[in-house]
């Protein structure tokens, strides 16, 4: 179809400095109206259109703080947005529980936009055990997120998750270190993404569980074993 070009009309302030505990931080608001924003909308298996919609929002925060005690260093850094649909509409959602007779979900103004976590938040550090051992790790967190297909949020969320990932390096003199690195350490089983489709069982017959729903699995416990080279 035909669609109308997307314009965003936002504004955008913060600070950063210094903390009396040597601690540098940043933290900065946002906020962006797209009009006539496009959205993709299924119309079937694999076959789907896009589509203008009147307003959508992302609002937010973004915050950073780090610094050093002794021979640790360490970070964190948190978001939050608020990505909701502006107006009332009607989206193409045929396989959703409470779609119309025409396929369509409603929509209202304030529903969040599906795929996108309200909070994010990674913390963690370095830990320099001599001039050649470094030790470190992160925790990073995602909460939970709406199906793409239920822009309606009528269904449950994906669920959240955090993950755990360390890492350590060796340095031998100035230009060759050789580092080890471990995500997801305790192997936890979690879905990052997520979408309506068709009823599987007509794909692979005698299913147990038939619903549209198809999630994507995130990655297991992986780990990585390499050298850095400086010429």
Not at 70 to 79: A, D, E, R, S, T
Not at 107 to 119: K, L, M, Q
Not at 170 to 198: A, C, K, M, T
């Amino acid at each position: 179809p035909p669609l109308e070009q997307v314009v965003a009309k936002g504004f955008e302030f913060g600070a950063r400095g210094r903390l009396p505990w040597a601690a540098e931080y940043h933290v900065g608001f946002y906020r962006t109206v797209n009009h006539d924003d496009i959205i993709f909308q299924t119309t079937g298996r694999a076959t789907g259109l896009f589509a203008n919609v009147d307003e959508t929002q992302r609002m937010g925060v973004e915050t950073e703080l780090a610094g050093r005690i002794g021979q640790l260093g360490w970070f964190m850094n948190y978001g939050w947005v608020d990505a909701t649909f502006e107006s009332d509409f009607l989206a193409l959602s045929p396989a959703h529980p409470f779609a119309n007779a025409n396929g369509e979900i409603a929509v209202r103004e304030g529903d969040r936009i599906p795929g996108i976590p309200a909070h994010t938040l990674k913390l963690g550090g370095d830990y320099t055990v001599t001039s050649a051992i470094t030790f470190g790790g992160e925790v990073v967190y995602n909460s939970d997120q709406y199906f793409r297909g239920d822009e309606s949020n009528q269904l449950d969320t994906i669920d959240g998750y955090a993950l755990l990932n360390l890492r350590a390096s060796y340095r031998f003199g100035e230009n060759v270190v050789l580092f080890g690195r471990v995500d997801n350490v305790l192997d936890s089983d979690y879905e990052n993404f997520g979408l309506i489709g068709e009823d599987p069982s007509e794909i692979l017959p005698g299913l147990a569980d038939t619903r549209p729903l198809f999630l994507g699995v995130g990655a297991p416990r992986a780990g990585w074993v390499g050298i850095r080279m400086r010429m």
